[in-house]
């Protein structure tokens, strides 16, 4: 039998975190008095696939596959929206995509865009806003190019989150999930170093959230703190006073990981 002295269980971490950020929420409170409602952002999560979740819209039963258009012909694109595909990708990434679209069409993006299901666009944590990526599905070689507008996935073990339309280019749509190759390309006006913070969640029970809030809110003096509802539960984001890597990094080893749902993200927000 194995033995666990010396250790801590998974469980047991998880409740030491909570009392901490429980003794700390009680030094925090007054920064959140009257802060109990919800604070809604623009960096919202994603939903939740249910892969196994019937699909209402059997248009994409029909559509066949979106092949990958040649570079010379992207880089011709309007706008120049892929006119940075012809240097060498500036990261590759391997993973689980999957996608999102109804509940945010029309809603604002992460990079202040209005989400248009429909559009060649993705969701990922921490390329810049803007850039462009080349998703492959692993399973049937569908290739299809994206723009980086929001932020996600906030899934544990998922990498990108593609529009509804990018979804059923690269043969994601139905199946809900799939492992990709991403490719992402230098984009010509991103920061090097990036601004960042640290977005947590889902938490099912508010008060858990508020909790965390006050906790950092107490830590954290000059960072700004907020708590929302996403589409899974109630969520707590914490950006640092200079937004450096380094502070959001500290940030999310501090909160450490409460439970298998619950859990931080650093996110690059430029």
Not at 217 to 226: D, F
Request: net charge positive.
């Amino acid at each position: 039998m194995a033995t666990t002295v010396g250790r801590h269980t998974a469980a047991s971490m998880a409740q030491q975190t909570r009392v901490r950020w429980r003794a700390l929420a009680g030094a925090g409170a007054l920064l959140l008095a009257g802060c109990h409602h919800r604070t809604h952002t623009a960096y919202a999560p994603p939903p939740g696939l249910n892969a196994d979740a019937p699909v209402a819209d059997t248009r994409a039963a029909n559509t066949p596959a979106t092949p990958l258009t040649p570079d010379s012909e992207v880089a011709a694109a309007p706008h120049g929206f892929f006119d940075d595909t012809r240097s060498r990708p500036v990261l590759v990434e391997t993973g689980m995509a999957s996608w999102y679209g109804p509940n945010y069409h029309r809603h604002a993006a992460a990079d202040g865009s209005t989400f248009d299901q429909n559009a060649m666009t993705a969701a990922h944590r921490t390329l810049p806003l803007g850039s462009t990526v080349r998703v492959t599905n692993l399973a049937t070689g569908q290739q299809v190019l994206v723009r980086i507008t929001d932020r996600g996935p906030f899934v544990p073990g998922r990498v990108l989150d593609l529009s509804l339309g990018a979804a059923r280019a690269v043969g994601v749509y139905r199946a809900g999930v799939a492992r990709v190759r991403l490719e992402a390309y230098a984009h010509p006006n991103a920061d090097p170093a990036g601004k960042w913070a640290v977005q947590t969640g889902a938490f099912k029970a508010e008060q858990d959230a508020l909790d965390l809030k006050a906790a950092l809110a107490a830590r954290y003096r000059g960072a700004r703190v907020s708590e929302f509802a996403g589409p899974t539960g109630f969520w707590v984001r914490i950006d640092p006073a200079q937004h450096g890597r380094r502070e959001a990094e500290a940030m999310l080893d501090w909160i450490g990981k409460p439970d298998a749902q619950a859990l931080p993200y650093l996110v690059r927000i430029d």
